[in-house]
C-alpha cells in the first residue's frame, strides 16, 4: 500500500481511502444516493435509520386499530396498498422526528456556539464543557466530507458601524492626518446615505443563501481578474513524498496517482479534510471545485464549467499539449509503494 513517511520513516496514514477501481456508472449513482441520504439524516446513518422505520412499520401494522397517529392520518382507499402507505407515513415521521429535533439542536447549538474559541482550554466554562461533552458524542458517528454543511450557520452580516469603524482602524497607519480626515468625512457620508441601503439589501440577500459573499467574490474578484493566472493564483503543486526518487516522471506519476485518489475520495465524501477540517465545524462545499472544474476564458468575464470525475489528466510539455488517460472502467489499478 502507499505509505507517506516522515524524515525519520515513521508511516503515516494516507489522507484518502486507497482505491484500485475506477467507478461505474451504477457504483456512482449509489454512493451518491447514499451520501444523500447520509447527509440529510446526520448524525443517524441510514441504515439504522431505515432499519428503525421497519421496526415502527411493523408496531403500526399490529396496532393499526389502536394507533392514535393512524386515524389523524387520512385514509387515501380501503385497498392494501393505500394501508401500506398509511403505515409507511406514520412510520416515517415517527421516526423523523427525533432525528429532526436532534438536527435542529446541532445547527441552533452545537455548530453556531463559538464561545469555546475565545476561553482558556484548561478552564472552559459550563457551556464549553456541555459543547465538547456533545462533540464527544458525534466522534461516535463521524461525519462524511459534506455531512455537515447543511447544518452550518449563514454568513452573518456584520453591522455596517463595526465594518465601517474596522476599516478606519486599519487605515489610521497609512495615512496622514488630512487625508485621514478626508477619509472619515466620506465614511461618515456613506454611514448617513448609501450605506443604510446597501446594508438592508445585504441583510435580504443573506436570509436566501448560506453565504452571501461567495457569489460574489467568485465572480467579481475571481472570474472578472484579468491578470495572469500563473503568477496570480495558486496553480503549483509540491509532493510530500521524502524517499522517493526525485527524477521529474517519478514524481509527476505520484502527483497525478494521489490527486487521482484525492479525486475519487472527494467525489465518494471520504477524503481526509472531514479531520482537517473539525469534524464538520467547517464547510467543505467548496472541494467539488477541486477537480474536474474548467475556467474558461471570456473578453470580460470567465465562468466555470463543471464536468464528471475524469479518468484523463492533461499535460503540458515541451510546447505541446497531451491527454494521458489513466485508468480503464474495467482495469483495476494497483497502489504505489514507497
Keep these: 500500500n502507499l505509505t507517506m513517511t516522515n524524515s525519520e520513516k515513521k508511516p503515516v496514514r494516507p489522507p484518502f481511502p ?10 456512482r449513482a449509489a454512493y451518491k444516493l ?32 389502536r394507533s392514535v397517529l393512524l386515524k389523524i392520518i ?8 393505500a394501508q401500506y402507505l398509511r403505515v409507511g407515513a406514520a412510520s416515517f415521521t415517527v421516526v423523523y422526528l427525533p432525528v429532526f429535533v436532534t438536527r435542529f439542536f446541532l ?15 484548561k478552564k472552559p466554562s459550563t457551556m464549553t464543557k456541555v459543547w465538547g461533552m456533545v462533540r464527544s458524542l458525534l466522534s461516535l458517528s463521524p461525519p462524511r ?7 452550518l450557520p449563514s454568513l452573518p452580516v456584520p453591522e455596517l458601524e463595526d465594518t465601517v469603524q474596522r476599516y478606519l482602524e486599519s487605515i489610521r497607519h497609512l495615512h496622514s492626518k488630512e487625508e485621514l480626515a478626508a477619509i472619515e468625512k466620506m465614511a461618515d457620508d456613506f454611514l448617513q446615505g448609501e450605506g443604510r441601503k446597501l446594508q438592508w439589501i445585504t441583510k435580504i440577500y443573506s436570509l436566501f443563501t448560506d453565504n452571501y459573499v461567495t457569489g460574489f467574490w467568485e465572480k467579481y474578484a475571481y472570474l472578472y481578474g484579468r491578470s ?11 509532493d510530500l513524498f521524502v524517499h522517493i526518487p526525485a527524477t521529474q516522471a517519478s514524481r509527476a506519476a505520484h502527483i497525478v496517482y494521489c490527486e487521482f485518489l484525492n479525486q475519487l475520495a ?29 475556467r474558461v476564458p471570456g473578453e470580460k468575464m470567465d465562468h466555470l464549467e463543471r464536468h464528471s470525475i475524469s479518468k484523463h489528466v492533461i499535460v503540458l510539455h515541451g510546447g505541446g499539449i497531451y491527454r494521458v488517460d489513466l485508468v480503464h472502467e474495467r482495469i ?3 497502489p504505489l509503494t514507497s
Design 107 to 121: 445547527r441552533h447549538f452545537y455548530f453556531k456556539y463559538k464561545r469555546w474559541l475565545f476561553e482558556n482550554p
Design 18 to 27: 486507497l482505491y484500485t477501481k475506477f467507478p461505474s456508472m451504477i457504483e
Design 74 to 81: 387520512p385514509k387515501l382507499g380501503e385497498s392494501s396498498a
Design 145 to 151: 466530507l459534506n455531512s455537515c454543511d447543511a447544518l
Design 228 to 238: 495572469p493566472l500563473l503568477n496570480n493564483s495558486s496553480v503549483a503543486h509540491v
Design 266 to 294: 472527494i467525489d465518494r465524501q471520504t477524503s481526509a479534510p472531514v479531520s482537517t477540517l473539525g469534524q464538520g465545524l467547517m464547510c467543505a462545499n467548496h472541494y467539488e471545485k477541486v477537480f474536474a472544474v474548467t
Design 332 to 334: 483495476k489499478f494497483t
Design 34 to 65: 447514499y451520501n444523500y441520504l447520509d447527509n440529510s439524516l446526520y448524525p443517524v446513518r441510514p441504515f439504522y435509520f431505515g432499519a428503525a422505520v421497519a421496526v415502527s412499520a411493523a408496531f403500526f401494522s399490529r396496532v393499526e386499530q
